[in-house]
């Protein structure tokens, strides 16, 4: 059986590799043609430029705008030259023949003899899709650019109304290479050939065509379940909240990508706010741009990471579980509230205030100066938007204690006297150096580090967290030091979003915007930029610019913490929602407590609610085992139905003295059996430790903590110490759960002596 199968994964590499060099041969071709668009380019601008002696006014306005058409399509094709091709869809023949500007054929629906009765067919036509349209020498298209109609199929098409796409390809590629190719199949069960040689699938759509060629009718009654399942969520209604549960494996990160396109493309100018996917890590978020390649000139898709979803904010680091806990806890609103008001009085603030007023000194004592301070933070602004309040009742108060009310009973010269004194007073260096440390400008990562002081934090947090959260909280801070600028947890950047809020930092000044070539129409150089903007660059400056989307997509939602749940609410406030989740893989630890504040961020708006049930990523014999913990962590929970086998039973072995060793030697052994990558997942705090087992394994073993293996897959898996993964937080069963449940062929677990294995190697937790 392993000889069988390890031909099988030889014969199914063997056809990826010939598939990436096929798609590695048209793009050389693309790329050789857009050569050939920009010398011509190339040549138009600088003939045109070359007749400086025209006759009449008309000749002279017509050369300048030759130039100018010739500048742009330059300038367009050198700024798209790279990393631009990221789709393919193979189509069968067309109910007409004609062809539209681009060079495609129109029809949208099959001809009625395209599937013969047998279930095959014929491959009509293939259209690669791009960031620009790019013709061959005889007109035929090369590239479709992804905004024309011809392209609309790559996104539109589900398996349950395909149209005449049989298969639906996305390119990997970086500057002039391709790096790989993952196919969808609209029609797994229709036998396509291209050119005389059946069309091969690449990654789950191998898959999906084999159940759906299987013999047997409970095969295809399977595919169809998992069709009709996906299919109903990529196209619910957006107007409401779409929320889809479901277990490992059944396809839910996937299902919510097709959605995303299908919003988009269903309705371009609705989502023309954006439509943001908010994954769990960035190893979820690497995986979600290769299936969804960036849609648009305007960044309509945005996809982050939770510890990138703020701007100027990255995280790079992991909190404990129990500092996760108090971090990501609703608690931490009140004690942030406190924080931001506390941290005014940080540093050397003055004890009074002293200026010179019609000849005489004025004095604000600290007494005084405490009751204004009151006065106003018992406001609801944000406390930096409090300045200019702050400022005014401290000129209210000078201008009491000089007299100058009693100066004037005429109102017109009583008002130009208060306007004189509060520019005068208000210019003054002293109080201007007053009020900048009576009232400084504080950002998000000043109060954090002002947090960071334990003997500080205990009174602001007096009422909300018992001394030993107000310890670990506090050291847990320390690592972003005085200046608040070290690194950042995860859990970090939605304590930043929260306190932006409560501090009102004043906004950005804009950035000046590139003038519109046409409106520089006045010479030849000024029609021939230097260096613009492409769009994908303007794309990535809108989306970093943007704070509010109209549509949001919550992808591994279980997972989200209050705080998190607050963050992404903000995003979201006036848009609709996709919410994508399974509670049985939730690590946090108070589902109700997440449950508030994720109906708070999705409001009162109507929801519908789906499931999918059917898994076909992982082989049943590794389902079964996960289920064992499923049941010790949700008793009440039923895994989905895993709809394939493979043979092969998960591996027990019991490490000896050395566990590195031990996992070393097992991922080695697997290695050798697939062609694809290994999994070693650990505990959180063994990352560092197990990457160094693995350090000269090669790039195909990858070392992951519990928390970062959320939403990905491995060829193959190996689980290092169950119970250790299990007890590193109170969620632990389910943390165990998800990464059981990361293998799509092979399953390896090690035990360490926590885990009390027994003769067989089963661990304690594992045993049926």
Not at 99 to 118: K, L, M, N
Not at 326 to 354: D, F, H, N, W, Y
Not at 746 to 762: E, H, K, M, Y
Request: negative net charge.
């Amino acid at each position: 059986m392993a000889a069988q199968n390890a031909a099988v994964d030889s014969t199914a590499d063997s056809v990826r590799d010939r598939e990436i060099a096929g798609e590695q041969t048209h793009l050389d071709r693309v790329y050789r043609r857009l050569e050939e668009k920009i010398h011509e380019a190339e040549f138009l601008v600088n003939d045109a430029a070359k007749r400086s002696q025209v006759g009449t006014p008309g000749a002279l306005a017509e050369r300048d705008a030759q130039v100018f058409r010739a500048g742009i399509h330059l300038n367009r094709l050198n700024n798209e030259f790279e990393d631009f091709l990221f789709g393919r869809i193979d189509l069968v023949l067309g109910k007409d023949g004609e062809r539209g500007a681009d060079g495609a054929f129109t029809s949208v629906e099959p001809a009625d003899d395209a599937i013969r009765p047998d279930l095959t067919a014929d491959i009509a036509e293939t259209l690669h899709i791009g960031r620009i349209g790019v013709l061959d020498t005889d007109y035929a298209p090369l590239v479709i650019d992804w905004r024309a109609p011809a392209a609309a199929p790559f996104y539109r098409s589900t398996p349950k109304d395909p149209g005449r796409v049989v298969r639906r390809r996305v390119i990997r590629s970086k500057g002039r290479k391709v790096l790989g190719v993952e196919d969808d199949l609209m029609r797994p069960e229709v036998t396509a050939t291209l050119d005389g040689v059946e069309l091969p699938a690449i990654g789950d759509g191998a898959l999906m065509a084999a159940l759906g060629r299987a013999r047997t009718h409970s095969m295809r009654d399977i595919v169809s379940s998992i069709q009709a399942e996906q299919d109903l969520v990529i196209r619910a209604p957006a107007a409401s909240v779409a929320e889809v549960a479901g277990g490992p494996g059944t396809g839910k990160t996937a299902v919510a990508l097709h959605r995303a396109a299908y919003l988009l493309y269903q309705d371009r100018r609705r989502y023309s706010g954006g439509i943001l996917i908010v994954s769990p890590t960035p190893l979820l978020v690497a995986y979600t741009e290769g299936v969804l390649p960036s849609l648009g000139e305007e960044g309509q898709v945005a996809i982050r990471a939770l510890g990138s979803l703020v701007d100027g904010a990255e995280a790079t680091t992991y909190d404990d579980p129990a500092v996760a806990r108090i971090k990501g806890s609703s608690r931490m609103l009140k004690v942030l509230r406190k924080a931001v008001r506390g941290a005014l009085e940080l540093g050397e603030a003055p004890e009074r205030l002293r200026v010179v007023a019609f000849g005489r000194r004025q004095e604000l004592e600290s007494a005084e100066l405490n009751r204004i301070r009151q006065n106003v933070l018992g406001g609801t602004a944000p406390v930096n938007l409090l300045r200019p309040r702050a400022r005014k009742l401290l000129l209210d108060a000078l201008y009491s204690k000089s007299g100058g009310a009693g100066r004037h009973s005429d109102p017109e010269l009583a008002a130009e006297l208060r306007s004189a004194f509060d520019e005068d007073i208000s210019t003054e260096d002293d109080f201007i150096g007053f009020l900048n440390a009576w009232w400084p400008e504080l950002t998000p990562r000043k109060v954090l580090a002002a947090m960071a002081d334990e003997r500080r934090l205990g009174r602001w947090s007096r009422r909300d967290l018992n001394p030993r959260e107000t310890r670990q909280l506090a050291r847990s801070l320390r690592r972003i030091g005085p200046d608040g600028k070290g690194p950042l947890s995860v859990h970090d950047v939605a304590l930043l979003d929260e306190l932006q809020l409560l501090l009102g930092a004043p906004a950005r000044p804009k950035r000046r915007r590139d003038m519109d070539p046409l409106d520089q129409l006045s010479g030849l150089e000024e029609l021939m930029p230097t260096r613009e903007e492409t769009q994908w660059e303007r794309a990535e400056r809108i989306a970093a610019e943007r704070t509010e989307y109209a549509h949001v997509i919550v992808d591994e939602a279980q997972d989200l913490t209050p705080m998190q749940w607050r963050m992404v609410g903000r995003r979201g406030r006036m848009g609709t929602w996709t919410v994508v989740g399974d509670p049985a893989q939730s690590s946090w630890t108070d589902p109700e407590e997440a449950a508030a504040a994720r109906d708070e961020a999705l409001g009162r708006r109507p929801r519908r609610r789906f499931t999918l049930t059917v898994n076909y990523r992982n082989p049943a014999e590794v389902a079964e085992v996960a289920s064992r913990v499923l049941k010790l962590a949700m008793p009440d929970m039923e895994p989905p139905t895993a709809v394939r086998s493979t043979g092969l039973e998960p591996r027990f072995s019991a490490a000896g003295s050395d566990l590195g060793a031990s996992v070393r030697e097992e991922t080695r052994r697997l290695l050798e059996q697939v062609d694809g990558t290994v999994g070693v997942v650990v505990a959180m705090d063994r990352r560092a430790e197990a990457a160094g087992w693995l350090a000269d394994l090669g790039e195909r073993a990858v070392a992951l903590g519990s928390l970062e293996a959320k939403g990905l897959e491995y060829d193959a898996t190996v689980v290092v110490s169950p119970a250790e993964i299990a007890n590193e937080s109170p969620a632990g069963l389910r943390v165990l759960y998800v990464a059981l449940t990361r293998a799509t062929q092979q399953l390896t677990v090690v035990s360490a002596a926590a885990d009390r294995p027994g003769p067989d190697g089963v661990p304690e937790l594992l045993r049926p």
